[in-house]
């Protein structure tokens, strides 16, 4: 009876101290649903206004500042590594008067029609009654409307003279110079012109249709559509070559997007795919579904790095000699700013740790790989261990389900895809080209709404995939692709990848190469004459 009556005099005598931590923890989530209840309010206000702000998550300059700064107080010793980032950035410029800008010259190789223009003195006098004692000359940019040129091809039958009546005379004539889509009535140029300004420019068939007939011709949709269906059987070994190529580097950068698939009485769901192989090749590919199936298909048994979101999708690429998965601080950041709307405070110390990673990539973005490496080591590192810290502190003060409480589970969750940048200085630490060039995809998808069929959607990813790798290399994708159509039909498939964007500088300047080009007289058609 001694011993219980102590064991509750030692509850009683903790009752006080339980009852104020039950009171605190109520007090904190009151408050953290308050927060939440604020939040829902204002988007709610948000969506009856029709004013839902930017999708680009970005701190105004005065708090990118001060988060840095916080994080300098906190590093102490670590301080002068974020210093070090912000002031690399910043340079002292001499004072200077600003020169009056110049006009650029129009390009020599447009074509040029002379007008001469007379005083009204000289009109009414004649040339003989003056003399010439200067000129000036002035350009102009004028817009007439498309060219387009009919290539009249004319090929003539001949026999000897010797053998005219004979039984068995021979009879000699020029083969047809073959055409990118055997037996059609287009040429390699205005076949490049309808890929560019669907898949470039964005123009759905409609408006592609509407565009010719307004020059004068008439192409259906459907016929317009034929082409590029035909066409993709011809281009398609050359980006099953950039692909090929794609699994040989030593990291990739993947990401999805979804798109409308047209069908009877209601369009189904797709997918849009990229594979980035930064500074190398753009590929897209398109699936019906978003699983690991389609997944495989983009990567068939790769082994290197992956930059790529926390998608299930992508788990079951990654193990033991499989792919190695590196994260993306982007994601990262996008989770802590949604958590930072509701509690500005509290989140600044880890979203100064974010910008100040940023900060550190942005000064030795063109740094050689050991430059980079000792770089991260020094200042990136620590950092990472800071933000990772105030993860583990905070964790059990979170409440479920709320911003804060996400951001930490992202964290905890991807903690060494995270850090995997720390161990390969070519790695980025971040998956953004993927993203911007997926922008490719949602902007023709605002335009043209969906595709029309499964096969529409490969077709699409086929050309999409040229004219962004062509932006990598900043090839004009026109005259690019024009080339590759007069050159495709007789070029070796195992030397295809010569044809690629990031092979083409070097393979149009071959001789062999120029002399091809220089043969073809439907390119020679679209070259433009001074």
């Known amino acids: 009876m001694v011993e219980l009556s102590t064991e509750l005099a030692a509850i009683v005598t903790r009752l006080p101290e339980l009852d104020a931590q039950v009171v605190s923890r109520i007090e904190r989530e009151r408050d953290e649903y308050r927060k939440l209840y604020m939040l829902a309010r204002e988007e709610i206000a948000q969506l009856k206004r029709g004013l839902i702000g930017q999708k680009a998550q970005r701190l105004p300059d005065n708090d990118a500042q001060l988060s840095l700064a916080i994080l300098g107080l906190l590093l102490g010793e670590g301080q002068s590594a974020v210093a070090t980032g912000d002031e690399a950035r910043t340079q002292a410029i001499a004072a200077h008067e600003r020169r009056k800008p110049v006009r650029r010259p129009l390009p020599e190789n447009l074509p040029r029609i002379t007008i001469e223009v007379v005083p ?88 592609l249709e509407d565009i010719y007939r307004r020059d004068g011709l008439e192409f259906n949709r459907s016929t317009i559509c034929g082409w590029h269906m035909q066409l993709a059987d011809l281009v398609r070994p050359l980006i099953e070559a950039m692909h090929a190529d794609c699994l040989r580097q030593p990291y990739l950068c993947t990401d999805a997007t979804g798109v409308l698939v047209q069908h009877p009485g209601r369009c189904k769901n797709g997918h849009f795919w990229v594979l980035v192989a930064p500074k190398l090749h ?60 509701i509690e500005p405070e509290r989140l600044r110390e880890p979203m100064a740790c974010i910008q100040a990673l940023f900060v550190i990539e942005r000064d030795i973005d063109r740094a050689p790989p050991l430059t980079r490496s000792r770089a991260r080591n020094e200042k990136s590192k620590p950092i990472v261990e800071k933000f990772f810290a105030w993860c583990e502190q905070e964790k059990e003060h979170a409440l479920e389900d709320s911003p804060l409480h996400a951001a930490i589970r992202y964290a905890t969750n991807q903690r060494p895809a995270l850090e995997r940048f720390l161990e390969d200085p070519r790695l980025p630490i971040h998956n953004n080209s993927s993203e911007l060039n997926l922008r490719r995809q949602a902007i023709g998808r605002k335009n043209w709404l969906f595709v029309g069929n499964e096969e529409g959607g490969h077709v699409n990813t086929l050309f999409v995939s040229l004219l962004a790798s062509c932006a990598v290399h900043r090839i004009e994708p026109w005259a690019y692709l024009r080339d590759i159509l007069c050159l495709l039909p007789r070029w070796p498939v195992h030397h295809v990848l010569e044809l690629a964007p990031a092979n083409w500088s070097t393979t149009y300047a071959r001789d062999d190469v120029q002399a091809k080009l220089a043969a073809n007289v439907y390119r020679q058609a679209t070259l433009t004459q001074a």
């Open 120 to 207: 009204p003195e000289v009109e009414r006098e004649g040339l003989d009654a003056f003399t010439v004692i200067g000129v000036d000359k002035r350009e102009t940019a004028e817009r007439r409307p498309a060219s387009v040129v009919v290539v009249e091809m004319i090929k003539k039958k001949f026999i000897r003279k010797s053998e005219v009546g004979g039984l068995d005379t021979e009879v000699f004539q020029a083969e047809t110079p073959e055409l990118p889509i055997p037996r059609s009535n287009v040429g390699p140029g205005f076949l490049a012109d309808s890929i560019v300004k669907r898949w470039q420019d964005h123009l759905p068939l409609h408006r």
């Open 282 to 341: 753009v590929l897209f590919k398109f699936s019906l579904k978003h699983d690991a199936a389609a997944v495989d298909e983009l990567l068939p048994d790769y082994k290197g790095y992956l930059i790529a979101d926390a998608h299930k999708v992508y788990d079951h690429l990654f193990g033991d000699g499989k792919a190695t998965e590196a994260g993306c601080w982007s994601h990262m950041r996008k989770y802590v700013l949604e958590a930072l709307t």
